[in-house]
């Protein structure tokens, strides 16, 4: 029983993506129940969950990219990812008997498919996009050699540009463009940055971009704003934190499940919602975490 109790390390950034899931999961259930759901001011997981990516990005790409294998990371992402997301997508349009060229070719996000069944994927969309753009500047020779050199700094240089085309107004503000690449790369770049703030110096710039870029971009009080801010700080000064081990083993398995999950958990919201009317999100929130852990594991297995 003592054992339970262990204290054990566990990434910062696991926690928050499996905190970040579990919210996202509460607001589509909200919003699937309530057809038009209450502010509940936890919105912005999704944007958290863009940052972390780009995070880590750095820690475990950064090698292959700085080696110019951009392509075969973009490759394992589709294979692990849109290939799975594609099998969701498919089984659904047949069963609808429709034809949605815009989801084939992973570009809805520009059109937007509200209040339906795929609405959520849109993130999973952004993420490739954002992947391509990001990914394809490392096959780039002079680009590619100044980033192993100056990560932190070339990236910082992305940053302010990608923040200026944000701000730039080249698509409409609306729930459809602020889902595409030209509003949110610059959150995929900051967790760049973030990662390769090494210097005592780096990380009180980062502070300064933490406290005024996100506040100017979503609202001083707005909860994308507390999301981005809690999580940036915390994953800068405090990488790794104590945890039970009662509480590790399964934040740890919905942190490393977080896409799956993402990708899984409409399915068992849809059902429960439309074809039962059953309305406890609580046993929603855990049939869809316990869903996309079951699909990472068998998805591992046979080595997708």
């Known amino acids: 029983m003592k054992q339970q109790f262990t204290l054990l390390e566990i990434d910062t950034d696991l926690v928050f993506r499996a905190f970040a899931i579990i919210t996202i999961i509460f607001v589509h259930a909200r919003a699937a129940i309530f057809d038009s759901p209450e502010k509940l001011h936890v919105v912005g997981g999704s944007t958290l969950l863009l940052l972390i990516s780009g995070f880590n990005a750095g820690r475990f790409q950064s090698k292959k990219l700085f080696e110019g294998l951009s392509l075969q990371i973009i490759f394992r992402f589709f294979r692990k990812i849109i290939i799975p997301y594609y099998v969701v997508l498919i089984s659904y349009l047949a069963w609808k008997q429709e034809f949605d060229w815009h989801s084939l070719l992973l570009i809805s996000n520009y059109y937007g498919r ?132 009662l509480l590790h083993t399964p934040v740890t398995q919905i942190g490393t499940s977080t896409f799956y999950i993402y990708l899984t958990h409409i399915i068992p919201i849809h059902l429960f919602v439309h074809f039962t009317s059953y309305h406890n999100v609580t046993v929603i929130i855990l049939i869809s975490l316990v869903l996309g852990i079951l699909v990472n594991k068998g998805l591992t297995k046979i080595k997708l």
């Open 114 to 245: 509200f209040r339906s069944f795929l609405d959520p994927y849109w993130f999973i969309e952004l993420l490739f996009q954002i992947l391509v753009i990001f990914y394809s500047l490392f096959l780039i020779p002079p680009f590619r050699k100044a980033a192993k050199k100056y990560p932190w700094y070339i990236g910082l240089g992305l940053l302010f540009f990608t923040v200026l085309l944000r701000l730039s107004n080249i698509t409409d503000e609306s729930i459809v463009t602020i889902r595409t690449p030209d509003r949110l790369l610059c959150i995929y770049v900051f967790g760049w940055c973030l990662c390769f703030a090494k210097t005592r110096l780096q990380k009180i710039v980062m502070v300064f971009l933490t406290l005024t870029v996100f506040p100017y971009l979503y609202g001083i009080y707005a909860s994308y704003t507390i999301w981005l801010v809690l999580g940036t700080l915390a994953m800068m000064w405090k990488p790794k934190i104590l945890m039970p081990q």
